[in-house]
């Protein structure tokens, strides 16, 4: 059975035009300068001059004060300072400086630094050649990163701080997701879970501190099977371990049999719509009758606020000009299309799992 009507109303967002005319050209002129106002927030931020502000907090800072401090001209934090004000870092009150509400998150909250990172250091050049990504469905950016077909074949050949931002922005969502899955999916007591997409193998890690007598197999491409294998390894667990190293898109490719459950954590989300019809069967054809499938992504239209919801639609075009050029984070509704056609049942859905994310349940029909 489909996700009910209920929930899928209960969750439903822009479904109304709720800003006033004056905001509505408010937001369009911050669209207009959007590439100055992200530069400048930046630039405040690694340069010093809002942890300056932060720091006079109780009596405020004069434009001559964090100029010293920042050891910048007088000019350039002049400029800065006068633009904080408008994007709304700053507020000004008897020609003294402070961080407003917005200045203390950009600053102080991790999921914001971990955002604002990704952006400047994946994603920023290669947001120019959007259109013609669009127009070639392949990711035109990726270019400014490396010579690769996907972001996939070069993560680990990232110069930094791309890699390390790379690295932050996808194990900080994960990560919270994590400790809330691992009951969910050891309910029915699995002996073998196969990891499709394990990356560096955290969730192969934490399944098997969680139940000393699983077993578990990854699958992913060779490269990243290589780094997970290393990092289990390092810990004592190999001889609990199963590794799968291939291109799953190939289609002689047979996915392993006899595992109780598979786990597919953001990875999904990494191809296109046919792709994960094409991705789905094959775990139809590898899983036991009784066997189960966990799937872990981020569906904008489950969000509890709106501005989750656009995190993760900006997060699409991330897909789109940088990493493949052809796959998203999916509305749920047509997510469970492709798992209907790849001949599966939806059991369970728990949203709200970690940050962002929800937790789909399959069996075979």
């Known amino acids: 059975m489909l996700g009910t009507p209920e929930k899928t109303t209960k969750k439903s967002l822009f479904e109304e ?21 992200f530069q400048a927030s930046v630039i405040m931020r690694d340069s010093g001059i809002l942890n300056h502000i932060e720091e006079a907090r109780n009596i405020g800072a004069t434009i001559d004060e964090v100029q010293e401090k920042a050891g ?14 408008g994007i709304g870092l700053l507020y000004r009150k008897d020609n003294k400086y402070f961080l407003a509400k917005t200045g203390h998150i950009f600053l102080n909250n991790a999921m914001t630094r971990v955002n604002t990172d990704f952006m400047r250091d994946i994603c920023a050049e290669g947001a120019l050649d959007m259109k013609q990504s669009l127009v070639d469905g392949k990711p035109r950016g990726l270019k400014h990163l490396g010579n690769w077909d996907t972001i996939y074949q070069g993560l680990f050949h990232l110069l930094e701080p791309a890699k390390t931002s790379w690295f932050a922005f996808d194990h900080y969502y994960s990560d919270n997701v994590f400790p809330e899955a691992i009951p969910l999916v050891f309910e029915s007591a699995p002996k073998k879970i196969l990891d499709i997409g394990g990356n560096t193998g955290k969730w192969a890690q934490l399944c098997l501190e969680h139940d000393k007598d699983v ?55 990494c191809f296109a719509d046919e792709e994960i019809i094409f991705i789905l069967r094959k775990c139809h054809d590898a899983l036991s009758d009784d066997g189960r499938i966990f799937i872990n992504e981020t569906f904008w239209d489950r969000q509890r606020f709106e501005t989750s919801a656009f995190s993760l639609q900006m997060t699409s075009l991330y897909f789109t000009t940088m990493a493949n050029g052809n796959s998203q984070l999916y509305d749920s509704r047509l997510y469970f299309e492709f798992i209907e056609k790849a001949g599966f049942d939806l ?13 789909l349940e399959l069996r075979k029909k």
């Open 17 to 37: 035009d709720k800003k006033t005319a004056l905001e509505a050209i408010a937001q369009a002129q911050f669209i207009a300068f959007a590439p100055y106002v």
């Open 347 to 359: 059991i369970r859905e728990i949203d709200d799992v970690g940050l962002t994310h929800t937790i």
């Open 215 to 269: 077993h578990v197999g990854i699958a992913d491409m060779p490269e990243v099977i290589n780094i997970a294998k290393k990092n289990i390894e390092a810990l004592g667990y190999q001889d609990r371990v199963s590794y799968y190293p291939l291109n799953i898109l190939q289609h002689d490719i047979v996915l392993p049999k006899n595992y109780d459950v598979i786990w597919m954590s953001q990875f999904l989300d």
């Open 72 to 85: 910048m001209s007088n000019y350039a934090v002049r400029v800065l300072m006068e633009a904080g004000l």
